[in-house]
């Protein structure tokens, strides 16, 4: 067996973890206080930056002082900045997409071999593999390279893409490879408060519209070969630039591969004009790959870790912190509280003596967007309906107009079309602005008896139980009560309340209308295309067809 490297120690299953002796130092020389002194003032150092509900105890100290877990998660990150006075990549933890590896000596780059899959970049030492990290964080680490990858405005931009997207999404960012393997743009997505955004290719190819569909032109089809073999997410993108401004159209590279090869000869790809790369689509495009990048790179932990989870179904409550799988990523997190308190409320729902209520706690497209991807999502919401029959069970939010006014436009196109798939289930939903309900944690009340599930900006992965206190009834009756009376979308026309929520979110109606038409006439998966099997885009499309039939019932 390798030795392990200098300052480190092997541990079951031959991975190395270094002590932190940063940090300790930082604890015992600077602050002079034991670790669960530390702990509390870290809790408190997070409540007064804004990350209200952190979870922190000496035994997590030791596991980073220990060297067992080598990078927080990011709020925690924030919280030790705050606390310390110091940059974080300062106090002595793992460096993101650090390689362990058993010995140094193995490092020589001779004898190792990298390759790039699924959006994620792996080193091959003989008959082991690494993962060295994400496509996109590893952008975001290096930057433009001197000689390589040269910075957008130091190249050509012939199409005016670059342009564009600075005016209109200036989060994006974008570089040119080299050498480019048929690359023409690699597109690093921004990462949000919980997603860690993710990256994806382009190669462009000139474009004429017509009858509802961007014809590209593939004139040099060896190019195009070489591009559409990448394993990574992809998009052909068609650039129309017959009416002065450009237009930009896209496809999935896996897409287009499978459409060409039916007609080997015909030289060129219809997309369609629904797939026009606009706030909707590339708002739908930075939530599906985020999510979905984020559960591949976890694939095999996330499974370990849900089973070894599994045991917390048998109690009737839980709260369960994200230190549980402290291996697993934020959006692996965000899928396993979500399909954890699913299964909870579907087990619970038929002991409640009425018509349940239910508080979501979603404010953001970002946190939203779980509903319109993750599999199990819209089979939930299909599974009350099936418990509820005809009478329509009422969801409500807590949406503050701070959270409206800070949420960009393309999140709060992913938090309408998250309620609209809701509607779709046959949900009434109300919206409440007052921030002093933010707090509610996620519940369904119905009669003397309540459900707790909540996932969304808690403290861990989640909360579950059950209960008929009397102080928790209260208080989840005059929060339901309040939405109830005061909804700012309220109608009895499910049409009405929807233009209700657009112009609450200040989106265009006429302007979504149309979008969503557009979308369900052909749906969304050649655009977005899941890897991940937890992935879904079905919401989507029910959610687009919603808004479609309701402005054919309205005409």
Same mark, same amino acid.
């Given at each position: 067996?390798?030795?392990?490297?200098?300052?480190?120690?092997?541990?079951?299953?031959?991975?190395?973890?270094?002590?932190?002796?940063?940090?300790?130092?930082?604890?015992?020389?600077?602050?002079?206080?034991?670790?669960?002194?530390?702990?509390?003032?870290?809790?408190?150092?997070?409540?007064?930056?804004?990350?209200?509900?952190?979870?922190?105890?000496?035994?997590?100290?030791?596991?980073?002082?220990?060297?067992?877990?080598?990078?927080?998660?990011?709020?925690?990150?924030?919280?030790?900045?705050?606390?310390?006075?110091?940059?974080?990549?300062?106090?002595?933890?793992?460096?993101?997409?650090?390689?362990?590896?058993?010995?140094?000596?193995?490092?020589?780059?001779?004898?190792?071999?990298?390759?790039?899959?699924?959006? =994620?970049?792996?080193?091959?030492?003989?008959?082991?593999?690494?993962?060295?990290?994400?496509?996109?964080?590893?952008?975001? =680490?290096?930057?433009?390279?001197?000689?390589?990858?040269?910075?957008?405005?130091?190249?050509?931009?012939?199409?005016?893409?670059?342009?564009?997207?600075?005016?209109?999404?200036?989060?994006?960012?974008?570089?040119?490879?080299?050498?480019?393997?048929?690359?023409?743009?690699?597109?690093?997505?921004?990462?949000?408060?919980?997603?860690?955004?993710?990256?994806?290719?382009?190669?462009?190819?000139?474009?004429?519209?017509?009858?509802?569909?961007?014809?590209?032109?593939?004139?040099?089809?060896?190019?195009?070969?070489?591009?559409?073999?990448?394993?990574?997410?992809?998009?052909?993108?068609?650039?129309?630039?017959?009416?002065?401004?450009?237009?930009?159209?896209?496809?999935?590279?896996?897409?287009?591969?499978?459409?060409?090869?039916?007609?080997?000869?015909?030289?060129?790809?219809?997309?369609?004009?629904?797939?026009?790369?606009?706030?909707?689509?590339?708002?739908?495009?930075?939530?599906?790959?985020?999510?979905?990048?984020?559960? =591949?790179?976890?694939?095999?932990?996330?499974?370990?870790?849900?089973?070894?989870?599994?045991?917390?179904?048998?109690?009737?409550?839980?709260?369960?912190?994200?230190?549980?799988?402290?291996?697993?990523?934020?959006?692996?997190?965000?899928?396993?509280?979500?399909?954890?308190?699913?299964?909870?409320?579907?087990?619970?729902?038929?002991?409640?003596?009425?018509?349940?209520?239910?508080?979501?706690?979603?404010?953001?497209?970002?946190?939203?967007?779980?509903?319109?991807?993750?599999?199990?999502?819209?089979?939930?919401?299909?599974?009350?309906?099936?418990?509820?029959?005809?009478?329509?069970?009422?969801?409500?939010?807590?949406?503050?107009?701070?959270?409206?006014?800070?949420?960009?436009?393309?999140?709060?196109?992913?938090?309408?079309?998250?309620?609209?798939?809701?509607?779709?289930?046959?949900?009434?939903?109300?919206?409440?602005?007052?921030?002093?309900?933010?707090?509610?944690?996620?519940?369904?009340?119905?009669?003397? =008896?309540?459900?707790?599930?909540?996932? $969304?900006?808690?403290?861990?992965?989640?909360?579950?139980?059950?209960?008929?206190?009397?102080?928790?009834?209260?208080?989840?009756?005059?929060?339901?009560?309040?939405?109830?009376?005061?909804?700012?979308?309220?109608?009895?026309?499910?049409?009405?309340?929807?233009?209700?929520?657009?112009?609450?979110?200040?989106?265009?109606?006429?302007?979504?209308?149309?979008?969503?038409?557009?979308?369900?006439? $052909?749906?969304?998966?050649?655009?977005?295309?899941?890897?991940?099997?937890?992935?879904?885009?079905?919401?989507?499309?029910?959610?687009?067809?919603?808004?479609?039939?309701?402005?054919?019932?309205?005409?």
């Amino acid at each position: 067996m390798s030795d392990a490297p200098a300052g480190g120690v092997t541990v079951a299953g031959g991975r190395v973890k270094t002590p932190n002796l940063v940090l300790r130092r930082v604890r015992e020389e600077e602050r002079h206080e034991t670790r669960e002194e530390f702990a509390r003032a870290l809790v408190a150092a997070a409540d007064l930056i804004g990350e209200h509900g952190l979870a922190c105890d000496a035994r997590l100290i030791a596991r980073w002082e220990d060297g067992e877990v080598g990078r927080p998660r990011p709020a925690y990150q924030r919280a030790l900045e705050a606390l310390t006075g110091r940059a974080f990549d300062t106090l002595g933890f793992r460096q993101p997409n650090a390689i362990e590896v058993p010995s140094p000596d193995a490092l020589a780059l001779e004898r190792l071999s990298f390759y790039v899959e699924e959006g =994620q970049m792996w080193a091959r030492l003989g008959r082991r593999t690494f993962l060295v990290g994400s496509t996109a964080a590893l952008l975001a =680490q290096v930057g433009p390279l001197a000689g390589g990858t040269p910075a957008l405005g130091e190249v050509a931009d012939p199409y005016g893409f670059t342009s564009l997207m600075r005016e209109r999404w200036p989060e994006l960012k974008l570089s040119r490879p080299s050498p480019d393997y048929g690359v023409d743009l690699t597109a690093l997505f921004p990462a949000g408060r919980v997603l860690e955004g993710s990256s994806l290719q382009m190669q462009f190819h000139d474009a004429s519209v017509s009858n509802g569909r961007a014809l590209a032109s593939l004139t040099n089809l060896p190019r195009w070969t070489q591009f559409s073999r990448t394993s990574g997410r992809a998009l052909l993108v068609g650039a129309d630039l017959s009416n002065g401004a450009p237009r930009f159209f896209a496809l999935d590279a896996r897409e287009a591969r499978r459409r060409l090869s039916n007609s080997p000869d015909s030289g060129s790809i219809a997309i369609p004009t629904a797939y026009e790369l606009d706030d909707f689509s590339l708002g739908l495009l930075w939530a599906c790959a985020s999510l979905d990048g984020g559960l =591949q790179a976890d694939d095999q932990d996330l499974a370990l870790s849900r089973e070894e989870l599994s045991a917390y179904e048998k109690l009737s409550a839980s709260a369960v912190s994200r230190e549980a799988a402290p291996e697993l990523g934020s959006v692996s997190h965000m899928w396993l509280g979500s399909e954890f308190c699913a299964r909870h409320i579907l087990r619970n729902l038929d002991g409640l003596p009425d018509l349940p209520v239910f508080w979501t706690r979603e404010q953001r497209g970002e946190e939203a967007c779980a509903w319109l991807l993750f599999d199990h999502k819209y089979a939930y919401l299909r599974a009350v309906r099936s418990r509820t029959g005809e009478q329509a069970s009422v969801r409500m939010f807590c949406i503050p107009r701070q959270a409206v006014d800070g949420s960009p436009h393309y999140e709060r196109i992913l938090l309408f079309l998250s309620i609209a798939l809701m509607e779709a289930t046959g949900i009434h939903v109300k919206v409440c602005d007052d921030p002093s309900y933010s707090g509610v944690e996620g519940f369904v009340l119905g009669g003397q =008896q309540a459900i707790i599930a909540n996932w $969304v900006r808690g403290a861990g992965m989640w909360h579950v139980d059950t209960t008929n206190r009397p102080s928790v009834l209260r208080e989840f009756r005059e929060a339901s009560g309040e939405v109830g009376a005061y909804s700012v979308i309220e109608s009895r026309d499910p049409a009405r309340r929807m233009r209700s929520l657009a112009d609450y979110l200040a989106l265009d109606w006429a302007w979504l209308q149309t979008r969503c038409q557009a979308l369900a006439q $052909v749906g969304s998966a050649s655009l977005l295309r899941p890897r991940s099997r937890l992935i879904s885009v079905a919401g989507i499309d029910v959610a687009c067809t919603y808004i479609n039939d309701l402005e054919r019932a309205a005409a």
